[in-house]
């Protein structure tokens, strides 16, 4: 494998890194060809294991070392860059956590058709284009039983790269799909066929409670939650079975849509999910 060192931050190898927008990586035009980059060690080990193709790898110089377990299984063909951390910094424009990166080619869509196979508990995102609320809505998924996330046409890409960082790689191991104009009747009669009650997450007179034993006994659920302030599209709430609430006190009426979307999934995890205890800490989001 080749350890190339970089010493000048506009070193046109590590464009892909520096100088390319969320929107160039995806490469619409030719989708076979598109980029994500993963940040920290940890996403980096989740998007190997998940099977991604690493393009190549960016390590501030102190790292090399510690990174040699994953250095040995990449293919001798992936570069490895080094440099130090003022130019890491200069690279990037920022403070890169921990200095890892690595290229990576994006996995191929799925279809709603393909992630709804088998899957009993789904969550469906309007118009959330916060990408630290969409990673951490993955990471809530994964830990706690959702068997995919479907997104709207007007939320964020779930691959950039601080969504990825944020969900702490858990954007690679749930299964997800962009969903089809027109929205929302296009999805909504799509889950129906599949026999999947649409429930708003939204304030309305007539919604029920979360623990409502009604919501519980359908066999199969699809949560719809909205961008924080204006919420969920009135349409999308009319085009669903029934409004769900989440009872607070205090005269608190909403919370962060990550916060309600971890209490909703545990609420309506499905029961026949193993269970493991949680560990005793919680790691920081910017810890890795």
């Known amino acids: ?127 959330i284009v916060d990408v630290s609320n969409v990673g951490a809505i993955f990471r809530s998924a994964a830990a706690l039983g959702i068997d ?31 969903l089809p104009k027109p929205w929302p009747m296009a999805t909504v009669d799509i889950l129906h066929g599949q026999g999947f009650a649409c429930a708003a997450l939204a304030l309305r007179d007539d919604a029920v409670r979360l623990d409502d034993a009604r919501l519980k006994a359908h066999e199969k659920i699809a949560l719809f939650l909205g961008t924080e302030g204006s919420g969920l599209d009135k349409k999308t709430i009319d085009a669903c079975d029934m409004s769900v609430i989440i009872p607070m006190a205090n005269d608190v009426d909403s919370l962060n849509v990550g916060a309600a979307a971890a209490i909703a999934f545990w609420e309506l995890r499905g029961r026949s999910q193993p269970e493991e205890p949680l560990a005793g800490t919680v790691n920081s989001l910017d810890a890795m």
């Open 148 to 178: 995919a996330v479907l997104l709207a046409p007007s939320c964020t890409d779930p691959l950039s790269r601080r969504a990825l960082r944020v969900s702490m790689g858990c954007v690679l191991k749930v299964k997800w799909a962009r």
């Open 1 to 127: 494998m080749a350890i190339l060192r970089i010493t000048n931050p506009t070193d046109t190898r590590i464009d892909v890194y520096a100088r390319l927008t969320e929107h160039q990586l995806r490469n619409v035009l030719e989708p076979e060809r598109a980029v994500m980059i993963a940040e920290s060690r940890f996403v980096i080990e989740a998007a190997l294991a998940q099977g991604m193709e690493p393009l190549s790898l960016l390590l501030d110089e102190r790292h090399l070392e510690s990174m040699s377990n994953i250095i040995g299984t990449l293919p001798p063909n992936v570069p490895i860059y080094l440099a130090n951390r003022e130019v890491m910094s200069q690279i990037t424009g920022f403070e890169v956590t921990r200095g890892y990166l690595c290229a990576l080619r994006r996995p191929k869509p799925r279809t709603l058709e393909e992630v709804l196979i088998g899957a009993r508990r789904v969550a469906v995102l309007e118009g």
